[in-house]
């Protein structure tokens, strides 16, 4: 059974940082892309960052770049999100999501979610 597990979520003050995790189990995420999608209240889902498991390949959303740094620790079977310069909103669930080859943006295709964990950005 595969499980995309996030943590690391939590209360932060603007400008502050937290680091998202994800930990993949279940299958071999070789050939696979992982990535982070948020959703905040009352919008639709959105797509955060993503990283190809061999890491030799990222890409962000331009709301993120600069700020936010997605890396995979292949031998954990984890996927981070780094998030510094947090801003009121980034308040938002964030997703853990893994696809077989790329990640769309759209979200479209997407094979497996984790269940979200909860950012809270306060001024």
């Known amino acids: 059974q595969v499980q995309l597990v996030e943590s690391g979520g939590g209360l932060v003050q603007a400008g502050g940082s937290l680091r998202l995790s994800c930990a993949a189990s279940g299958r071999s995420f070789n050939y696979y892309s992982l990535g982070w999608f948020r959703q905040a209240p009352g919008q639709e889902r959105e797509f955060v960052a993503a990283?190809?498991?061999?890491?030799?390949?990222?890409y962000y959303a331009d709301s993120v770049k600069g700020r936010f740094t997605i890396s995979a620790d292949n031998a954990k079977n984890q996927v981070y999100l780094q998030m510094n310069s947090l801003k009121l909103e980034d308040t938002a669930v964030y997703y853990c999501?893994?696809?077989?080859?790329?990640?769309?943006?759209?979200?479209?295709?997407?094979?497996?979610w984790g269940k979200g964990t909860l950012v809270t950005v306060s001024s």
């Open positions: 999501a893994a696809q077989l080859g790329h990640i769309a943006t759209t979200g479209y295709g997407i094979e497996y």
């Open positions: 990283i190809r498991w061999s890491g030799d390949s990222t």
